[in-house]
């Protein structure tokens, strides 16, 4: 399995990183993607993929919008040298929370998606009470079947089919599957089926059942992956290897090789 979306660079793991890393391997996590939130974290995250021959990405989360450069672009050039780098993002909306205003969170995604279509990599998109405004962005901004993944997806039927099939992305889906009371989630994976998931912790955040409100890793991904398993009515190891091959082609993981 891959977990397409962690942050297995972020301060929760410094006491015993290497240690989360190996219950990864032993948990059949064979890599995994630590994502960005700004640019010293996607730094950060960098680092720990040289460090354990994982992937990163650089990205600018909607929440820290307001503080990010005038010219995106250029902070991202040196960063983007790095091979270790698969993707840009997080980049989004999040109108939950709102800790960014909402035309600077437009502002930076916006920005994102033109470095991404630039350098050729895919995109990593944070979607939180804002699916209607996004797809109205992303209607302005992406070429046709310009490569991404709307990762921890927790919407409906409805927005699940409008992100594959107007723009052809990859849904991640995470712990939130096997939380109680989410039929609509459940619904809509089991409308789409495999062909466009990814499975992902976000970890630290959002751990699964029986995991909840501890810590997360990514050697809970088993937990989401038998929960994916049984919505679909398929075996977990038809889950790994559907979900593996589609993050290989999102990332184009087999193209890159690191240290082997
Ligand atoms: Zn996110
Ligand atoms: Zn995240």
Same mark, same amino acid.
């Given at each position: 399995?891959? $977990?397409? /979306?962690?942050?297995?660079?972020d301060a929760a793991f410094d006491a015993d990183r290497d240690a989360v890393v190996e219950r990864a391997h032993e948990a059949g996590v064979?890599?995994?993607?630590?994502?960005?939130?700004?640019?010293?974290?996607?730094r950060r995250a960098i680092a720990a993929a040289q460090r354990y021959g994982i992937y990163a990405s650089v990205g600018i989360h909607p929440h820290e919008a307001k503080?990010?450069?005038?010219?995106?672009?250029?902070a991202f050039a040196p960063l983007l040298e790095e091979d270790t780098v698969v993707a840009i993002g997080e980049a989004g909306l999040d109108f939950y929370y709102d800790h960014s205003p909402h035309d600077a969170q437009e502002r930076v995604l916006r920005a994102q998606i033109a470095v991404a279509r630039e350098r050729k990599l895919p995109l990593i998109f944070h979607v939180? $009470?804002? /699916?209607?405004?996004?797809?109205?962005?992303l209607h302005e901004?992406?070429?046709?079947?310009m490569p991404g993944v709307v990762h921890c997806f927790t919407g409906d039927g409805v927005d699940a089919q409008a992100y594959i099939e107007e723009f052809g992305l990859?849904?991640?889906?995470?712990g939130v599957l096997t939380f109680k009371n989410v039929g609509g989630l459940r619904g809509a994976v089991k409308a789409i089926g495999t062909e466009h998931l990814l499975l992902e912790t976000d970890c630290p955040y959002l751990a699964p059942i029986p995991m909840r409100g501890i810590r997360n890793e990514p050697a809970f991904m088993k937990y989401t992956a038998e929960a994916l398993a049984q919505a679909l009515g398929v075996p977990p190891s038809v889950i790994?290897?559907?979900?593996?091959?589609?993050a290989e082609a999102l990332f184009r993981l087999r193209q890159i090789s690191l240290s082997s």
């Open positions: 399995m891959i $977990d397409s /979306h962690a942050h297995v660079h064979t890599t995994m993607v630590s994502v960005g939130c700004d640019l010293e974290d996607s503080n990010a450069p005038d010219d995106i672009a250029s939180r $009470d804002a /699916h209607e405004r996004m797809r109205e962005i901004e992406l070429a046709v079947g990859y849904l991640g889906i995470g790994s290897e559907i979900t593996t091959r589609n």
